[in-house]
């Protein structure tokens, strides 16, 4: 079993930026794919991002790419989303997952899943 604990939300102005960490304990993140998901109210679930077990190759959904940045340290059982230039329509819930492959997309492909941090983003 891996547990996952997100931290780092808030309110931040449009414009803005954060850092979200999400820690993991039970088992070695390294041997996981590691996703970021976010949900807003009335939304369904979204992809975000997602990294390799090594790092070595990240992935963004459109609506993120160029402002956000995945990375991990393996050494910490640690996997990061920094924020930047956010927009109000960036507000959600952010939930990290790790699972078998990069490639995945879908939430019902990841194994494992934190409780979120909420990020809230004022115009």
């Known amino acids: 079993q891996v547990q996952l604990v997100e931290s780092g939300g808030g309110l931040v102005q449009a414009g803005g930026s954060l850092r979200l960490s999400c820690a993991a304990s039970g088992r070695t993140l390294s041997n996981y794919a590691m996703g970021w998901f976010r949900q807003a109210p009335g939304k369904e679930r979204e992809f975000v991002s997602t990294i390799t077990w090594s790092g070595g190759r990240t992935y963004y959904a459109d609506s993120v790419k160029g402002r956000f940045t995945i990375s991990r340290d393996n050494a910490k059982n640690t996997v990061y989303l920094q924020m930047s230039s956010l927009k109000p329509e960036d507000t959600a819930v952010y939930v990290c997952?790790?699972?078998?492959?990069?490639?995945?997309?879908?939430?019902?492909?990841?194994?494992?899943w934190g409780q979120g941090t909420q990020v809230t983003v004022s115009s």
């Open positions: 997952a790790a699972g078998s492959s990069f490639y995945n997309r879908r939430s019902s492909e990841f194994d494992y």
